[in-house]
């Protein structure tokens, strides 16, 4: 008869493995958004070491809610926040999310041109997969954001005879929208988006 103290450990062991593995060899299609969730990133572009021009920042709230009256439907909620000087009030800024950042902000997170690649690769550290055309995904390690942990992955191109940065994300495969996602230019950081917090009721 096996003794309490090995089925604990034969329990402890069994569950441990299911937690380091449950995302391990999936795969990741991003926007495939879920009912009742809700998400709020940082962004910041032009980012700069210099104190008097600091990097452009907003706060994004997105909101996913369930219609209980209204079977098939959902409620999408999305909301800003940045600063801003008094002579920039203008109508572009208070209407248009694009001119507050400057650009589509799914061009900041994946691009839609690049959202096929995640379904060539697997989420294992280690995993290196090279695209026609684009360059080679890397999954480097893992890294907790907001609170979640996700895979860094890492997109090179190829410049003369050296790899480049373009851009990485970190990734959990539950989730809609990558945890951060990284755009560098000519090696430098010029531009993030990060999750602050994530809630699905």
Do not use: H
């Amino acid at each position: 008869m096996f003794s309490k103290k090995l089925i604990f450990t034969v329990l402890f062991i069994f569950c441990l493995l299911i937690t380091t593995s449950s995302y391990a060899g999936t795969q990741w299609k991003p926007y495939q958004f879920q009912k009742d969730e809700r998400y709020e990133f940082k962004i910041v572009l032009d980012m700069t070491e210099s104190e008097e021009a600091p990097g452009k920042e907003v706060i994004y709230v997105l909101e996913i809610k369930s219609v209980p009256e209204k079977e098939g439907f959902v409620e999408l909620n999305f909301t800003t926040k940045s600063l801003i000087g008094e002579e920039e009030l203008t109508y572009e800024k208070v209407f248009n999310l694009g001119e507050i950042i400057g650009v589509p902000l799914a061009f900041l997170i994946v691009n839609p041109m690049y959202s096929y690649i995640f379904e060539q690769v697997e989420f294992d550290v280690g995993e290196k997969i090279k695209i026609l055309g684009l360059g080679t995904i890397k999954v480097v390690k893992k890294e907790t954001v907001g609170g979640r942990e996700g895979f860094v992955c890492q997109l090179f191109q190829v410049e003369g005879n050296k790899e480049e940065l373009l851009i990485e994300w970190t990734i959990d495969p539950t989730l809609a929208l990558p945890l951060r996602a990284k755009n560098f230019k000519d090696g430098e950081l010029e531009s993030f988006f990060e999750l602050i917090s994530y809630n699905k009721e």
